[in-house]
């Protein structure tokens, strides 16, 4: 494509819910750390939501990805507090991010600085940011004044009108307190168009500053303008990202009319994706040349070799269209002067739409596919199962996740994705969610990855990337050890332990009052940090646990457990396995006994996060290799599968230490129970389940009978 050249990332910046640099935001993603809370109440009340939906004006969805801890230096960037108050949130996050993203960059000490002169700014947002929306509200005070006065002739006609000029007053005050008082600042900071003029004021930087809207794709259009200036020579550097603050009803009611909000959780590329939860945050980028970036720079993270750009045109205003999405990485692929077919990796726009979805995946694999090439099963995710939609700024997180994939050679998981969708498994060959943190090797290619932005109104944006060149850069291995990437899990486990009953009521008092407003990651941090304190103080008789995988369960089950406590003896024990709720102060231990369920329990064909997590658990799966079975609907999947699982739980609990005083097996149950037992080892096990439900399976035409066989083990 004429005009293209290679692009390099030479800096880079963040702030989004709970990543406040890029390796948090990344090593985050490779943890499955989702950052979904309640919607804290200073941000919106709980009036605002109807969980049933049928509030016309209220939202139905209260979860929520948020920024936790931004506070502006106010005193280093210099700013009055009468301009920071009228100014909206999202300009100085902008500002603050952009000079991190600045200072990101290593230019070489003896290569030629780059002008000022030289430097754009483009900044993706959307309608600013939430605070100034709500500002207006002070504006809107001839409208409320009206229809109050109005409303209290109507209800009082004798009211004096000086005690109804006193009473409306009063309410003015009280009305305006909430907002800054407006001044000669506050029109400059509502406006979105002047975010980035406000880094270049105060930076200096004279390549010019705008900001793009492309709905949720802005940020990656910010990037694509950025590269086509870069090419043209418009600019020798640019900063390029996106800002978005927008978690107000405009935007929440407006999502919960298209239903686009998930209800009762955010899937990305699963079976049963039913829609996202907002998130918010600001990225930036540094851009330049790559034979300027390799003169002048340090370090280059990632380099952008192509971009395109579409739209759906009649296909739809607001439904994603699979030809438009073609067409966009069509020309991303046709600018990069590679295929389709050689990319590994593809940080997705993945919303978790039932729609957007599906047309997202159709739309790489049968670009994929007409290639003709031969073709290796390509890896896609999507950071916004992390971190939320992030809207505007949601482009470019997944730009950066892509350069750190890049970076340190590791496909990331597919965060989310517990039932992946049909077209997986439909197109096994062509590309595949990750199931957990995956070295990644090329066979000696190039290492190369796509990242996708949709926005309403039909706009479709794609980038492609590459590994930079070796004597630029060098691989940085990922910080944190493989093990604790591996732990992601459905669900958390909440331990207690205390010398009393009262010191055990107060712990679960003070757990109970902060578990409303944990994230999904904290509620994570919250076990680890419990688990801690109950293991070095082993040797306390009260001890209780409970089981929960959202703050709201972990409330109901400390209320459960309270009660529980309130009622205990000295020497109780009791187990609430519908409310998952385990209590004892027992002044000896009790004893353990496993059972071992038969046909009736679930036939699953692989170890999900357990094999994930366990290798003994996985390779007790990959020697069962129950995904040969194409019928998965009679004894002969049923019963090797249940076996299997039998085993993994055995070996499960060996691993943590958690030894049986008894084993009991019911029906097929008892081949399980033998096992724990030693008579024979676990593929014995698999073995005789798989031989006894082929058994079963062909004799079904007859009526069936039961035997009874006494005899020594040998017999």
């Known amino acids: 494509m004429p005009g293209s050249c290679p692009i390099a990332v030479v800096g880079m910046a963040c702030r989004y819910p709970e990543a406040d640099t890029v390796d948090a935001l990344f090593e985050n993603s490779l943890a499955q750390r989702r950052a979904f809370r309640r919607m804290p109440a200073g941000r919106l009340s709980a009036h605002y939501f109807d969980p049933e939906g049928r509030a016309a004006d209220r939202a139905y969805a209260d979860q929520a990805a948020v920024l936790n801890g931004f ?42 600085p780059v002008s000022n002169d030289a430097v754009r700014v483009v900044v993706g947002n959307t309608l600013t940011g939430e605070f100034s929306r709500a500002a207006l509200m002070r504006l809107r005070w001839p409208y409320v004044r009206g229809v109050v006065a109005q409303q209290l002739r109507e209800d009082r006609p004798d009211m004096p009108e000086a005690e109804l000029a006193a009473h409306l007053a009063a309410l003015e005050a009280r009305y305006k307190a909430p907002f800054a008082r407006p001044n000669e600042d506050m029109l400059a900071g509502g406006l979105a168009n002047t975010i980035a003029g406000r880094i270049c004021n105060h930076f200096d930087l004279k390549g010019g500053g705008f900001s793009v809207d492309g709905a949720c794709s802005s940020s990656l259009l910010a990037v694509t303008d950025a590269c086509t200036a870069l090419v043209m020579g418009d600019a020798d550097m640019v900063l390029a990202g996106g800002v978005d603050l927008s978690l107000d009803p405009f935007e929440l009611v407006g999502f919960s009319r298209t239903s686009a909000l998930a209800r009762t959780e955010m899937r990305v590329y699963d079976e049963r994706s039913e829609g996202f939860w907002p998130g918010e945050g600001c990225g930036f980028v540094a851009l330049m040349r790559l034979e300027d970036a390799l003169e002048q720079c340090e370090d280059i993270q990632a380099v952008i070799t192509g971009w395109g750009i579409s739209s759906d045109g009649r296909g739809g205003l607001t439904r994603p269209e699979v030809d438009g999405q073609r067409m966009a990485l069509a020309r991303a692929y046709r600018r990069a002067g590679y295929g389709i077919d050689t990319v590994g990796y593809f940080e997705g726009h993945g919303t978790g739409t039932r729609v957007g979805d599906a047309a997202e995946l159709s739309a ?3 670009e994929r596919a007409e290639t003709g090439a031969p073709l290796r099963p390509a890896v896609i995710s999507s950071i916004k199962a992390n971190i939320g939609h992030t809207k505007a700024a949601a482009g470019l997180a997944g730009l950066l996740r892509a350069t750190q994939v890049l970076r340190h050679a590791v496909l990331p998981p597919t965060t989310a994705c517990h039932d992946p969708h049909p077209l997986f498994a439909d197109h096994a060959d062509n590309l595949r969610p990750g199931e957990r943190t995956e070295d990644w090797d090329p066979a000696g290619q190039e290492r190369r990855a796509g990242v996708s932005a949709m926005g309403f109104g039909g706009i479709n944006t794609h980038v492609t990337l590459a590994e930079p060149p070796r004597r630029s850069h060098t691989s940085v291995p990922v910080t944190l050890p493989r093990a604790r990437l591996d732990t992601a899990q459905d669900c958390e486990l909440f331990l207690f332990a205390a010398t009393s009953a009262w010191d055990l009521a107060w712990t679960i008092d003070h757990v109970r009052r902060i578990a409303p407003e944990l994230s999904r990651a904290e509620m994570g941090d919250l076990a680890v940090e419990l688990g801690r304190r109950a293991a070095r103080d082993g040797h306390f008789r009260w001890r209780a646990a409970v089981v929960a995988a959202k703050p709201a369960e972990l409330a109901e089950a400390l209320d459960t457990l309270r009660a529980q406590v309130e009622a205990a003896g000295d020497d109780a024990l009791h187990l609430d396995t519908e409310r998952q709720v385990f209590l004892s102060s027992r002044r000896e231990p009790a004893r353990i006994g496993f059972l071992f369920s038969g046909q009736a329990a679930p036939a699953r064909c692989r170890g999900g996060l357990h094999a994930r997590r366990f290798p003994e658990v996985a390779a007790l799966y990959d020697a069962a290799d129950l995904q040969s079975f194409a019928d998965r609907s009679d004894t002969d999947f049923a019963q090797p599968a249940i076996a299997t699982a039998s085993a993994a739980g055995t070996a499960l609990l060996a691993r943590l230490g958690i030894g049986g005083d008894l084993a009991i097996g019911h029906s097929l149950g008892e081949l399980a129970a033998l096992n724990w037992a030693g008579c024979y080892e676990a593929p014995a096990l698999i073995d005789l389940a798989r031989r006894r439900g082929a058994v079963m399976a062909a004799d079904q035409a007859s009526r069936g009978a039961m035997a009874a066989v006494a005899a020594d083990a040998a017999t």
């Open 364 to 366: 790489l694999i049968r």
């Open 71 to 112: 506070s502006f230096d106010r005193n280093w960037f210099r700013v009055p507090q009468a301009s920071y108050e009228v100014t909206d949130l999202t300009h100085w996050l902008a500002l603050t991010v952009a000079k991190d993203c600045i200072e990101s960059v290593r230019f070489r000490k003896s290569g030629a």
